[in-house]
């Protein structure tokens, strides 16, 4: 019995040291009080949230499960919230420290919400944006999801900031070449998100589309609100500023029907002119019959020049589709079908090569 009341004694003892001028037990009662909120916090999900759910997926409508999945979590947290503000009251905290810290959660909760909300809302947010038209549907969409929940993490932070007393303007005014720094960096940023917009604005590429701008070719993978991302044919990723895709010239591949075919064979010098007649014309009813050359674009099929080596025909047509690979296979059957008809009516296809013409020999020459 001794025993037990010493132990209690020296119990009692050592929770009654002082800690940062606080009781020990204070800290010991204050993560009692915490840790008893968790528990609750972890009551209410499996009864409440779960028995919600349950009677959400009854109802026709979708609007209350999308409500439910936006509350829920900032919901579960107020039990953080009060556990956190019941410790630090046990702990003697100042009540002016307790309220900021508290409200502070609050608005933490409250831009929780709205983001969670912006998250919930992005296939209506999806469905507003294709309203400017379904083709950029996807990119005006993101942009507006982006901007969105870009507004309120500031406005959470900037909300949070002035809680503690901190006047954001001021501080950016009161760094000097910092703010100045700061207010350059601001700049480019504004520029490339008006960059942005006028890029969807004009619809002048959306994402999946091939383009090329400057130096940078290949296929757009992300519009962003600063820059736009292109995958490169060599499969590396090439960030691009939005305002850099503004003010220069973009070519856009994909947005083209067609592609052309253009080139210039040669045959041999000793093709008769007879036979060069029915080469040309045989060719030209082929491409003109062939499915796959758009019969509404420009076709041409010439015997252009005398060559150093060869009497060279131009030829020049489109192919009724962009994608590059069905327009490889097309090439390939003209090419085949071309070298048909050269072979069918006698010529040949002439390589480089030169012939030297000896008239006659200097006398007294060897002729060896």
């Not at 309120?152 to 949070?160: C, F, Q, T, Y």
């Not at 942005?196 to 701008?213: C, F, N, Q």
């Not at 090419?335 to 000896?358: D, H, T």
């Amino acid at each position: 019995m001794e025993g037990a009341q010493s132990s209690l004694l020296e119990l009692q003892e050592f929770l009654n040291q002082v800690f940062l001028g606080i009781p020990l037990y204070r800290f010991v009662l204050a993560l009692l009080v915490f840790f008893a909120f968790i528990f609750l916090r972890k009551i209410f999900v499996i009864i409440i949230i779960r028995s919600l759910r349950r009677l959400t997926k009854k109802t026709k409508t979708e609007i209350d499960d999308i409500l439910l999945s936006i509350i829920s979590k900032p919901a579960v947290f107020i039990f953080v919230i009060l556990g956190v503000y019941l410790a630090l009251r046990i702990l003697g905290i100042e009540v002016e420290l307790i309220n900021r810290v508290l409200k502070s959660l609050i608005i933490f909760v409250v831009a929780w919400t709205a983001y969670n909300g912006v998250i919930a809302f992005e296939s209506r947010i999806f469905a507003f944006a294709g309203r400017f038209g379904k083709e950029l549907e996807r990119e005006i969409g993101g942009f507006l999801i982006k901007i969105s929940k870009a507004f309120v993490l500031v406005v959470g932070g900037v909300a949070i900031l002035q809680e503690w007393g901190i006047n954001v303007s001021a501080l950016l005014a009161s760094l000097g070449l910092g703010g100045l720094a700061f207010a350059l960096a601001a700049k480019d940023t504004a520029a490339n998100l008006f960059g942005g917009l006028t890029v969807l604005a004009d619809k002048s590429m959306k994402v999946g589309d091939w383009i090329k701008i400057g130096d940078v070719e290949g296929i757009v993978e992300d519009i962003g609100l600063r820059t736009t991302k292109i995958r490169s044919f060599e499969k590396s990723l090439i960030t691009v500023p939005n305002q850099v895709l503004a003010n220069q010239s973009l070519e856009n591949f994909s947005r083209r029907g067609v592609r052309r075919i253009k080139m210039t064979i040669g045959v041999t010098y000793s093709t008769t002119g007879d036979q060069m007649r029915r080469i040309l014309e045989e060719i030209r009813a082929m491409l003109r019959n062939h499915p796959r050359i758009a019969k509404d674009q420009l076709l041409m099929v010439y015997f252009t020049d005398f060559g150093d080596s060869s009497l060279d025909i131009f030829i020049y047509c489109f192919t009724d589709t962009a994608n590059w690979e069905e327009y490889l296979s097309i090439r390939e059957d003209v090419n085949l079908r071309i070298m048909e008809i050269v072979e069918k009516n006698g010529g040949s296809f002439a390589f480089p090569s030169r012939s030297i013409y000896v008239e006659s020999l200097p006398p007294g020459s060897d002729s060896d």
